[in-house]
């Protein structure tokens, strides 16, 4: 009597290999392994030499995008510094610098990415905000504000600049709301404050004395 049973066919070899093959292998669009960063050049983050710092400011100016600004002239380098990006962006491992400067002719921020060594400027803005002031924007402050006849008719023994800071005013009124200007703040060595005066940086002038306690 013949079996009712069907044979089974054996599974052929191979079938499942395609879909293992398909589970194992990385979906398109998937996430890349992460970079090792600990393998950078750690001399990117070394203080840029004078060399560089005049290599970064002449790439600069002869930008044609601020060429009306070095053409004037009337323009203060705020800060010079190494500027370091990580994988997997373009410039990673590329000695670059970032230049601040502030353009007293237009009123406007020029914010920089130099590449050294590819010698252009990767990135450029261009803002109407005002950076830090720069230590010869200090410097400049206070020796004026100590040539000042009103300042120096107000001072009394033992008062000296104790501090400089940005000054920005805070109505429209203000001459300083559209000028580059710095506060100086005078007062004692105990760190009691007595007088303040406003200098105006684009026409170096003192414009404004004010007793501290009404500052």
Known sequence: MASSKKAVKPAKAGKAAPKAAAKAAPKAGGRRPPV???????????????????????????????????????????????????????????????????????????????????????????????????????????????????????LVLGDMPLSTMHYWGRTANDLAFARRSAAVVFGRTDGHASLVAVVDLLDNAVTHVVPAELW
């Open 36 to 154: 090792d960063v600990t393998k950078s050049d750690p001399t990117l983050f070394d203080p840029l030499t004078p060399g560089e710092v005049a290599d970064a400011l002449r790439t600069l100016t002869e930008d044609r995008r601020v060429s009306q600004m070095a053409k004037v002239g009337r323009y203060r380098v705020i800060c010079t510094e190494p500027l370091v990006v990580k994988p997997p962006h373009w410039m990673a491992g590329h000695r670059l610098a970032r230049v601040v400067c502030y353009d007293y002719a237009t009123d406007r921020t020029v914010d920089a990415c130099v590449d050294l060594d590819a010698g252009v400027v990767a990135h450029l803005e261009l803002t109407k905000s005002q950076p830090m002031l720069s230590r010869d924007e200090e410097a400049l402050a206070v020796s004026l504000a100590m040539v000042d006849e009103r300042v120096r008719a107000k």
